[in-house]
């Protein structure tokens, strides 16, 4: 009998694949990809990785309810400057729940138990990673965002943001997304629904290329 977290998985799997077609890069020949700006890891980076920290954010060991909010099949890829896929990156991610709050001694809310806040994988053959995640909400102060953190041998660590390309007035009104400029672009993306897919599913691409 297959164990529920294989089944979570191929679950997942299936509906990145709904949600993908192939991925290309696009530059003039023998030009550099533009590395995916830094931005500040913020106050909520886990105090301690937790246990249950794979990359379903919503369902939590030992917890029967999923977390409120708008399902997000979040994937990309990670490259080099030339478009190289990297192979065994750490990917983390964390971000507050449905209702504004992180899993963080320091935020003083009450979070949803049901969903886990943070979670990590590592980057296959092909530099693919992927996570089952909510749709970013706002919280006082801030746009809806979510937060990275990339690890790879011979590159310096990264930690950015990724924000919402739908959020138009709310990006436009925060400071750290401001600050950008141009290269905002970069890290902004679309959260578009998969069609069929259960519980008005959203999907999202966010390729990285460190530098």
Request: proline share 7%.
């Amino acid at each position: 009998m297959q164990s529920d977290a294989l089944n979570r998985r191929r679950a997942l799997l299936g509906m990145m694949a709904l949600a993908a077609g192939p991925w290309t890069v696009l530059r003039a020949e023998g030009a550099l990809l533009e590395p995916t700006p830094a931005d500040v890891e913020g106050p909520f980076y886990p105090v301690e990785i937790p246990d249950d920290s794979d990359n379903d954010l919503l369902h939590r060991v030992g917890r029967g309810s999923k977390a409120l909010g708008q399902p997000t099949y979040l994937h990309g890829a990670v490259t080099d400057r030339a478009g190289a896929r990297i192979d065994g990156a750490r990917v983390e991610i964390w971000q507050c729940d449905h209702g504004g709050v992180y899993h963080h001694p320091g935020d003083g809310g009450r979070p949803d138990e049901n969903f886990q806040g943070f979670g990590a994988m590592v980057t296959d053959r092909a530099g693919g990673y992927h996570f089952r995640t909510l749709r970013p909400v706002p919280y006082t102060g801030r746009t809806p965002h979510i937060h990275f953190r990339v690890t790879a041998a011979g590159f310096d660590r990264l930690t950015t943001q990724l924000y919402v390309a739908e959020e138009v007035d709310r990006n436009q009104r925060d400071s750290l997304y401001r600050r950008h400029g141009p290269a905002a672009q970069l890290i902004t993306t679309s959260f578009h629904p998969i069609q069929d897919a259960p519980g008005a599913a959203l999907a999202a691409r966010f390729d990285i290329v460190l530098g």
